[in-house]
């Protein structure tokens, strides 16, 4: 019994509650398996960060390699590069890749900043993701990190919209011609990790082979169920329980 892989390029978050911890526990809830590629190392707990530190892009690429041989990658998800080089490294990594499979999905998380406004990459995150931001299949934004990239055009965009008030978070998708709202109820408190989560559930549920719109409405409903039965480390953000099954 085999099990599709989504190949993940992530930071690592000590706190294990965002970056490559949140991705391989969302993406096995799904029924994938996470390929775990560091991108950079952090110095941060689950409500502030004070240090980022890259990967060098050349070992980045070498366990990427190591991965693509041994085993069939049905999705890709990118969470932060760390910085322009090792997003330009991903980038050529993918395309050849999709020299054999056009088709293969990328899930980006355009992550510019922590939920607490923390800087995630070095050199600014806004140009160090650029080079990927033209390979992507779905982009997750929030509504700050959407208004960042304003004018750029994805096949698939589901802006979420947690940094918003009100009693219901409100995710919008545009793609294929077409939009779409769900809606949420908005859950009290704030969380840490809660971006990686969705998106990495998007890429388990696209490497899958489900549709986009299935695999954004599933994910959803699994990113607020971990939302809703999260708990706390200590003081300030909590954790979302990965551990609960998608729907």
């Not at 689950?46 to 070992?59: F, K, R």
């Not at 969380?191 to 899958?208: E, K």
Request: hydrophobic residues 45%; charged residues 15%.
């Amino acid at each position: 019994m085999t099990r599709p892989a989504v190949l993940v390029f992530s930071g690592l978050d000590p706190s294990g509650g965002a970056g490559v911890a949140a991705d391989v526990q969302a993406i096995a809830a799904q029924g994938a398996h996470a390929l775990p590629v560091v991108t950079a190392l952090t110095v941060q707990d689950h409500n502030w960060v004070y240090d980022v530190e890259p990967v060098d892009a050349c070992l980045l690429t070498r366990q990427a390699r190591v991965l693509a041989a041994a085993c069939r990658i049905k999705a890709i998800k990118v969470g932060i590069p760390g910085n322009r080089a090792n997003a330009e490294a991903i980038a050529s990594f993918i395309l050849r890749l999709r020299e054999d499979h056009p088709a293969l999905p990328m899930v980006l998380d355009p992550v510019l900043a922590s939920g607490n406004g923390d800087p995630l990459s070095r050199g600014g995150a806004l140009a160090a993701i650029g080079p990927l931001l033209a390979l992507a299949t779905v982009v997750v934004p929030n509504l700050a990190e959407a208004q960042a990239l304003a004018g750029a055009r994805f096949p698939h965009l589901l802006v979420t919209g947690g940094h918003a008030s009100g009693p219901s978070v409100r995710n919008r998708w545009h793609g294929e011609g077409q939009c779409r709202d769900w809606e949420w109820p908005r859950l009290a408190g704030g969380f840490h990790g809660s971006g990686c989560t969705l998106s990495a559930a998007i890429a388990g549920r696209l490497a899958l082979g489900e549709p986009v719109v299935q695999a954004l409405e599933r994910a959803q409903a699994y990113c607020h169920g971990a939302l809703a039965s999260s708990f706390a480390l200590g003081a300030g953000q909590r954790i979302p329980d990965r551990s609960a099954h998608p729907v």
